[in-house]
T-cell receptor, first 117, second 115 residues
Framework: DARVTQTPRHKVTEMGQEVTMRCQPI?????VFWYRQTMMQGLELLAY????????DSGMPKDRFSAEMPDATLATLKIQPSEPRDSAVYFC???????????????FGPGTRLTVT | AQKITQTQPGMFVQEKEAVTLDCTYD???????LFWYKQPSSGEMIFLIY??????QNATEGRYSLNFQKARKSANLVISASQLGDSAMYFC????????????FGRGTQLTVWP
């Protein structure tokens, strides 16, 4: 049963610290998405990659957030320095574009719950 | 940008009854996709059903069906024969075009199924 994995599942850190979240997409999936879920904003896209290249990072605060894919099996999202307003659940999702079968849905990981105090 | 509206913050349904969760969307695109995801209290996002803008038939997946009314820009989720395990948050989402791309989510509807 192929799944997207995310580590850590929970992270509590102090304001100003660096946070790194990791995602392992489903083997063979070449598109990876990072979403953030908060009560105030709901679910919103931060960035996504295809074949390890960023396609859209318009939702990501550039001054403190960075996302990359060191290789096809690992995506990382870093926050430096972290702030209390970054507290949220961060989801990674992966998928395959055509010619894979429709509907080209995204498979979500379990999320990383981040709390910045 | 795509906009998704889910007007029902919370819905209640008795076990074995059917329930409809509303979703309207705003897009100027001709080609787009509509999705429903379920998020139980454990937090994971579970894909339920998909409808393409050019699909003439309403999508069905087991007890889930999507009531697609293109002219009204409406994509309601119908759950038949509700079960206690259906209690969760349900999100409607849209995607531009007909291929894999970013999703735009609504704010969700919290469904509670009671015995």
């Amino acid at each position: 049963d192929a799944r997207v994995t995310q580590t850590p599942r929970h992270k509590v850190t102090e304001m100003g610290q660096e946070v790194t979240m990791r995602c392992q997409p489903i083997l063979g999936h070449n598109t990876v998405f990072w979403y953030r879920q908060t009560m105030m904003q709901g679910l919103e896209l931060l960035a996504y990659f295809r074949n390890r290249a960023p396609l859209d990072d318009s939702g990501m605060p550039k001054d403190r957030f960075s996302a990359e894919m060191p290789d096809a099996t690992l995506a990382t999202l870093k926050i430096q320095p972290s702030e209390p307003r970054d507290s949220a659940v961060y989801f990674c999702a992966s998928g395959l574009p055509p010619p894979d079968r429709k509907p080209y849905e995204q498979y979500f990981g379990p999320g990383t719950r981040l709390t910045v105090t | 940008a795509q906009k998704i509206t889910q007007t029902q913050p919370g819905m209640f349904v008795q076990e074995k009854e059917a329930v409809t969760l509303d979703c309207t969307y705003d897009t100027s695109d001709q080609s787009y996709g509509l999705f429903w995801y379920k998020q139980p209290s454990s937090g994971e996002m579970i894909f339920l059903i998909y409808q393409g803008s050019y699909d003439e038939q309403n999508a069905t997946e087991g007890r889930y069906s999507l009531n697609f009314q293109k002219a009204r820009k409406s994509a309601n989720l119908v759950i038949s024969a509700s079960q206690l395990g259906d209690s969760a948050m349900y999100f409607c989402a849209t995607r531009r075009g007909s291929t894999l791309g970013r999703l735009y989510f609504g704010r969700g509807t919290q469904l509670t199924v009671w015995p």
